[in-house]
T-cell receptor
Framework: GAVVSQHPSWVICKSGTSVKIECRSL??????MFWYRQFPKQSLMLMAT?????????EQGVEKDKFLINHASLTLSTLTVTSAHPEDSSFYIC?????????????FGPGTRLLVL | DQQVKQNSPSLSVQEGRISILNCDYT??????FLWYKKYPAEGPTFLIS?????DKNEDGRFTVFLNKSAKHLSLHIVPSQPGDSAVYFC????????????FGTGTRLTIIP
């Protein structure tokens, strides 16, 4: 149990375009989802926390108008990088936390590597 | 400001021996600590955790030790196996009810057959 998927796993886009990344909990209901980014040889940095049906809470320094997060259902959250620029190139990872047996820890997706040209 | 630090970027250990991975933290409000294992191009997978009311937690080959006064925790893997080769992250969360995790920079563990 506790599988989290992300789509796409890889995306290359031109500067100025928008990219949407999906995060799904496959076998449990995710009451809370988290979005992280990781630069090479650095730790995972939390970008935002979202609860189903409410607005995401962004960490300090993360532009909410640039990184749009939608947690539309208990199994799906999306991160849209708007007007992407080369400095947005990174590894984006989502995680999900549920209730009952799925509340002990965050379950991570496999990540999405974004390259902005 | 790196609140969770893993000062060894890499570690090599002979198969069958003990692997010890270390982690230090600066925020005294952290009260729950976790270790994750990560393979390339995959998300982290949960290994083991410890609450600040304990100083040791064991699960099979994995043991986590917490020294609150020193703000230090360590993960022991014994015996080490080739499949343990991965990047290990320690993470911490706080007393304020916030579920967010603060991650360390990771230690790449290589088990030598």
């Amino acid at each position: 149990g506790a599988v989290v998927s992300q789509h796409p796993s890889w995306v290359i886009c031109k500067s100025g375009t928008s990219v949407k990344i999906e995060c799904r909990s496959l076998d449990f209901q995710a009451t809370t989802m988290f979005w992280y980014r990781q630069f090479p040889k650095q730790s995972l940095m939390l970008m935002a926390t979202s609860n189903e049906g409410s607005k995401a809470t962004y960490e300090q320094g993360v532009e909410k108008d640039k990184f749009l997060i939608n947690h539309a259902s208990l199994t799906l959250s999306t991160l849209t990088v708007t007007s992407a620029h080369p400095e947005d190139s990174s590894f984006y990872i989502c995680s999900a936390k549920g209730d009952r047996e799925y509340q002990e820890t965050q379950y991570f997706g496999p990540g999405t590597r974004l390259l902005v040209l | 400001d790196q609140q969770v630090k893993q000062n060894s970027p890499s570690l090599s250990v002979q198969e069958g021996r003990i692997s010890i991975l270390n982690c230090d933290y600066t925020n005294s409000m952290f009260d729950y600590f976790l270790w994750y294992k990560k393979y390339p191009a995959e998300g982290p997978t949960f290994l083991i955790s410890i609450s600040s009311i304990k100083d040791k937690n064991e699960d099979g080959r994995f043991t986590v030790f917490l020294n609150k006064s020193a703000k230090h925790l360590s993960l022991h893997i014994v015996p080490s196996q080739p499949g343990d080769s991965a990047v290990y992250f320690c993470a911490a969360s706080g007393l304020d009810g916030n579920e967010k995790l603060t991650f360390g920079t990771g230690t790449r563990l290589t088990i030598i057959p």
